[in-house]
């Protein structure tokens, strides 16, 4: 807004300051995500060393600080190397759609009150037609690498995605019960009087909790790169650039996952209580430091619990979460029909 | 004016991708061309105002049709000489279907016009578009949605009856009863004297 009015001053007609607007806002946006996303990737190597007692990366700048920047450039300076039996369209391509995908999601997250790039009145289902889209990066690299490890990576990680993406979907659809929205907007403004977490919907809450680490492909559900059985699963013929495309994909959506997390169910930008010192503080932060929290939560997930087997990832997915959600779908509609707080 | 524009690129990218799926040599660039297709119908839709459409058409037909499309496809051996052989054989009735659907298409589009008193927005003002589809699908159609719903139950019934086998030779694992298993129940403990154990 504060941008568009500056452009329009500068005597520009409306659509076109709207659109230089726009590009501005999503700039900076990306290229703050990248950044945090570059310390992400250093607090979760942290996480996963200390667990094991080990120090980390701790050569790079101060504490190891700046490693995640000399990987990135390492990545970038080396070779890319293309298999010659791959299909090169689609094997460059499929990068492309992992990270394009990952980072257009963050455009309906909201920040704070008001402050969220496209704010549609379908966020949510947004966010969710994005993530079921980010499936086809991974299967489409599988195919395209032309190698046995990687089509079974890529088939194994689509099964996967897919089949925890159904209870993802009922349980957005409590969430949506609750809210009487689609707009995440909004969602966060009818937790005003209390997080949905601490209500009907905290199974609902750990569910998602659970789905959305096996949507990111996170251990302890990393089968489609599970090294002791596919070396890498589908990225294993990347290198270089599209292989950091893919990585980054990856740490985009697990940062998604855990705003999701806070926005859904722990009032995204909201204080926990309505006090002073808590309410003075701006709402970026509290949505940040909930991120923090969720991930610091996958990342001991991630360093402490064992990887499943295929059968049983399908079992948990298929035969405990579908059911128990779909259950609480219908148990939520009634609890709210029963005690008269059915919003609209 | 932007909207002008966005409408003729996604309609030129669509018809240009639809084109690419009969055309495309490789079938699994064909299922990609299909899902581009998709994409940018939903596009179209955004641009109508009818965005919950738009999300449903890429979370249903993107995000779970086209992905086991591209499975089989994907998993199938085409030999591409094959394909090839029958083709005269299946140009004329191929001819014929495509000329007839061409003509009901060109049909329906010089006779049908649209009502000049039809709202040009798809939704009421002041209701959103998800609760307006709501509200006709659950209160107007009612019956006709849940006999959707009974065909669609049906359908999948008939699936799991076809693809169901029962295998006695096969063991299964228990995971209620694996979690139930206490150590005294798997493990016994002996007391071996040294040189006298067998």
């Known amino acids: 807004m504060v941008f568009i009015q500056l452009l329009q001053s500068l005597g520009l007609p409306y659509e076109a300051a709207w659109l230089l607007s726009q590009v501005l806002i999503i700039t900076i946006m990306i290229s703050v995500l990248l950044v945090i996303v570059a310390f992400v990737l250093l607090a979760d190597r942290k996480i996963f060393a200390a667990v094991q007692l080990r120090r980390g990366p701790n050569v790079v700048g101060i504490f190891g600080l700046l490693q995640s920047f000399a990987d990135l450039i390492k990545f970038l300076v080396k070779e890319v190397i293309i298999p010659s039996g791959a299909n090169k369209g689609v094997f460059l391509l499929a990068p492309l759609v992992s990270a394009i995908t990952a980072l257009s999601t963050w455009a309906v997250v909201p920040l704070d009150d008001g402050w969220v790039v496209a704010d549609i009145n379908v966020g949510i289902l947004y966010i969710f037609a994005l993530s079921s889209l980010g499936v086809y990066g991974i299967i489409m690299g599988g195919w395209a690498s032309n190698s046995k490890y990687a089509f079974l990576g890529g088939l194994r990680s689509a099964a996967q995605m897919i089949s925890y993406e159904v209870s993802i979907g009922f349980v957005l659809i409590t969430v949506l019960l609750y809210a009487g929205s689609l707009n995440l907007s909004e ?49 294993v013929e990347y290198s270089s650039t599209p292989f950091l495309l893919f990585f980054l994909a990856e740490f985009v959506n697990i940062m998604l996952m855990s705003a999701m997390c806070a926005i859904l169910f722990f009032g995204g930008w909201l204080p926990p209580l309505d006090i002073w010192p808590l309410n003075a503080v701006p709402g970026v932060l509290w949505l940040f430091a909930k991120i923090c929290f969720f991930f610091f939560l996958m990342a001991m997930v991630r360093s402490i619990v064992p990887r499943y087997r295929y059968d049983q990832l399908m079992r948990l997915g298929w035969k405990v979460f579908l059911p128990i959600s779909l259950l609480w779908v219908v148990l939520t509609a009634g609890y709210l029909l029963a005690s008269g707080r059915v919003p609209l | 004016m932007l909207q002008g524009i966005a409408f003729y690129f996604f309609s030129a990218v669509m018809i240009a991708s639809a084109l690419m799926v009969i055309a495309a040599r490789n079938p699994v660039h064909s299922v990609l061309f299909l899902i581009l297709a998709f994409f940018n119908a939903a596009a179209l839709f955004v641009l109508l105002g009818a965005e919950f459409l738009a999300m449903i058409l890429i979370v249903v037909y993107v995000g779970a049709v086209a992905v086991l499309f591209l499975f089989v496809v994907m998993m199938l051996d085409i030999d591409f000489v094959e394909l090839r052989r029958g083709f005269m054989n299946y140009l004329p009735l191929g001819a014929v279907i495509g000329g007839l659907i061409f003509f009901e298409l060109a049909f329906v589009m010089f006779v049908w016009t649209a009502d000049p008193g039809a709202p040009l927005r798809p939704t009421p003002a002041g209701v959103t578009n998800t609760e307006a589809l709501g509200r006709i699908l659950y209160t107007d159609y009612i019956f006709y949605f849940q006999t959707a719903g009974l065909i669609l139950l049906v359908a999948m019934i008939g699936a799991i009856v076809l693809t169901l086998r029962h295998r006695p030779d096969v063991r299964r694992q228990s995971i209620s009863r694996q979690n139930a298993r206490q150590p005294a129940d798997a493990i016994e403990m002996r007391d071996v004297k040294p040189g006298q154990g067998s």
């Open chain 1, 187 to 235: 969602v966060v403004n009818a937790q005003r009087d209390g997080w949905f977490a601490f209500s009907f919907l905290f199974p609902t809450f750990v569910i998602f909790f659970i789905s959305a680490i096996a949507e990111t492909n996170r251990p302890p559900f990393d089968l489609p790169e599970a090294e002791s059985e596919l070396v890498a699963g589908y990225m």
